[in-house]
């Protein structure tokens, strides 16, 4: 059975595509069979894959509002082991959509069941926002990977998050929890990151990881090449951090 | 009659709040008065003032959900002719509420016109998304500046926030204009923020403002003390390009 997780945080710009697309992409050159589901109208992980999205073809849209089922939208990434279910621009009305359906919390998680048994992990990429799409990914899922960007702002919504995972536990998904937290975009040279990273680890204590995503400009280019940084710059520091998350993240769930 | 412009842009990160806080802090300063709506349930353009998000005050979300008066929701920011009105944690579960409403598109804009004449500018800060308080806000202003940060995902989703823009005109407000749209978080040192400042000009031409906003530190930090850049850091690299795009603005608005 394959680990479902959820890629999520209402703040925006923090790291969750990239942390899906790259920690998706180690887990599979290690050997993992891994999905990702791209659950954000903006399609940046479908696009991070160099994937098209071409507005015909069946995406992750027509899973969640038609009930198509997961495993036949399923996309090659050009990286063995790695498969993806696209994004499309017919997401932006999903959640308008969804609000008037049945169960509509739920829909996410009864096409996910029997794909589970398929891959030994399912990365699902979140928008900035705890609306229906997000709702649908924590009810769906195990656990919750939060990217958390070493600024301000994005501390200020971590309770947010939490709480409303909390809901989703109580009124949802039981067995929701969180299977870390990861600081990313840390610039070492500024203190505003070091106080951050510092109050992340308290409020979070062991949930967070060691590893720390650095700031590195060939984590931002590599989009732009449609490849995730381990084939676009395999030495880069952003590719060594997300190769030690991926050991992190592969250690402890072996733990469980 | 004041104008009034929505800060929007569905990618997460971009610099949205930052450019409304500190605009609206140049514009107040330069002697317009200002008036500031926080319409992100995360509220940071509330807490970017300093102001405190207590639960039991009336905010945004008394206004779009039950119809009260904006005006009467206006508090002080410590700035001289610049007030709030405060985003609250009830306006996260806004969009599911408003999407079973009559006119669920109009309820901003019918609360705002009785109060375009009390202030010169009124600024909207909207959510990461192309939801019903995103629409809300496009709907009940005059125009929509455009925060695009300088980097390849960004630049990915101005296509989709154009047409949602041309969406609007068409079916819910015919004036909606392009105010302008700013380039965030240039690090001149990277080829990829020069090769996507390019590629925004090619696409949006003299929309785009002269004027580059930086990336700088300091613009990170101010937030945490509760404060515009413009009285944390005067001097800083941030609060000189906000002082010249407040000015760009004001320009542009003078001649329409
Ligand atoms: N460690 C890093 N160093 C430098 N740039 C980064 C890093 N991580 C992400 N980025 C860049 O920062 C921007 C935001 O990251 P990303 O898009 O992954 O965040 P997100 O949380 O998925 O955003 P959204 O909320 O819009 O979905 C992107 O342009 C990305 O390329
Ligand atoms: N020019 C800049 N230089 C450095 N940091 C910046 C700059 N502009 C914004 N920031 C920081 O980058 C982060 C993202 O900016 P901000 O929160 O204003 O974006 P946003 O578009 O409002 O995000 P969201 O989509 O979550 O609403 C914040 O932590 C902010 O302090
Ligand atoms: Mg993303
Ligand atoms: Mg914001």
Redesign the interface.
Known sequence: MGRAIACAN?????GK?TTVVNLATHLALAGDSVLVVDLD????AT??FGVERNGQAASVYDAVIDGVPLLGLAVPTGIAGLSLIASS?AL?GA??EL??MDQRERRLWRLLEPTRSRFDVILIDC??????LTVNALTAVDSVLIPI?A???AL??VS?LIG?IQLVREHLNPRLEIEGAVITMF?SR?N?AT?VAAEVRGHLGDKVYETVIPRS?RL??A??HGRPVALYAPNSKGAEAYRRLGDEVRARMAHR
């Open positions: 209402q703040k925006g710009g923090v595509t109208p903006q399609g940046n696009s991070g621009v932006a959640e308008v609000a008037g928008p900035p926002s705890l609306g229906l960007q600024e301000y702002y200020e919504g947010q409303t610039d500024t505003l106080d400009v931002s280019e989009p732009s």
